[in-house]
């Protein structure tokens, strides 16, 4: 399972509930899914602040490289692949996917992956005032954040809904998507102090005929954060990553199926993946380094996180 965050996000915090602190891939998946292994992919998706030069497909190669490294170590080539994003990383999932289609070195990952669960993903874009509304709920109350943090970055440009990029992006994907297992999550409650969600419900979801198109009781950053087990959110996202895992389902005979070419699935397999702790994967963060140390970072026990929402 690899957890994409979103603008502004972070590869703990955006899984994490406010009030209850619960990480729901580190305190809750374990013992409903104790064979999954969890890997939280983060990047600087900062709104205000941020001098990264690097777009959406930059990030969609660094995630595929890093993905492809982190399979290398544990020999998992044949380990079924389940993308989990929220906002911006639905985008740079899809552009990871394209990238791994069409060059060789990615291959594997393009034929294991089974199922993607995308949380208010704009995959039509959204008016930039709508995202700027995030920065300025976490901004100082005395400061507005236009004066302090400059101009938007350009991630935030790249999500305008009249964006030529994600244009392109949703057309050239809209080939791959019949390949894979499609879940659209989608916010139903304005965004705080507005009368509108961030993602309105027809820019999150892309209109497939096999797609799963799923509401959720939640502002654009709540909706995949969970306050525990019995959270309705967590038990929908538990069921369908289950069913991302067997790939596209057959709607006449209700079997699941893969694209030639593909592993069979874990359950069919002898030997299969032995039982692996997801909470040695995503672990509560150590002190910080003393060392600088890339953006692109796995959540593991070697490496802090930086405090975003």
């Known amino acids: ?33 104790p064979r999954t292994r969890v890997l939280s992919f983060g990047f600087n998706g900062d709104i205000y602040g941020n001098n990264c030069v690097e777009g959406i497909r930059s990030n969609a190669r660094a995630l595929l490289s890093r993905l492809i490294d982190e399979r ?29 289609h069409n060059e060789t070195i990615y291959q594997s990952l393009a034929t294991a992956t089974r199922g993607l669960l995308f949380y208010s993903t704009p995959h ?93 009781e939640a502002h654009h950053l709540d909706l995949c954060r969970f306050a525990d087990a019995r959270d309705a959110g967590f038990r929908m996202t538990c069921r369908r990553i289950e069913m991302a895992a067997k790939g596209v389902q057959e709607p006449s005979s209700g079997m699941y ?17 032995p039982m692996i702790d997801p909470s040695r994967l995503l672990g509560p963060p150590p002190p910080p380094l003393p060392v600088t140390y890339s953006q692109y970072v796995w959540v593991d026990p070697a490496i802090s996180s930086r405090k975003r929402v």
């Open 257 to 273: 199926h893969d694209f030639p070419g593909s592993p069979p699935p874990t359950s069919q397999r002898q030997g299969s993946c």
């Open 72 to 100: 290398d170590d544990v020999d998992s080539y044949d380990r079924p692949v389940v993308f989990l994003a929220h906002s911006l990383g639905g985008l740079i999932v899809k552009q990871a996917l394209r990238f791994a």
């Open 1 to 33: 399972l690899v957890l994409v965050h979103g603008l502004n996000g972070d590869r703990v915090q955006t899984w994490t509930h406010d009030r209850t602190g619960v990480c729901w891939p580190r305190d809750l998946l374990p013992a409903k899914q």
């Open 124 to 216: 039509a874009g959204s008016d930039e005032d709508r995202w700027l509304l995030i920065a300025k709920s976490f901004a100082p109350l005395h400061q507005p954040p236009r004066l302090q943090w400059g101009r938007p970055s350009l991630l935030v440009r790249a999500l305008q809904r009249d964006s030529t990029a994600i244009a392109d992006l949703c057309e050239d994907f809209r080939h791959l998507a019949r390949r894979y297992a499609i879940f659209s999550f989608y916010e139903t409650h304005a965004w705080p102090g507005s009368r509108a969600p961030i993602v309105d419900k027809m820019s999150a979801l892309m209109m497939l005929d096999h797609e799963d198109q799923v509401p959720l």
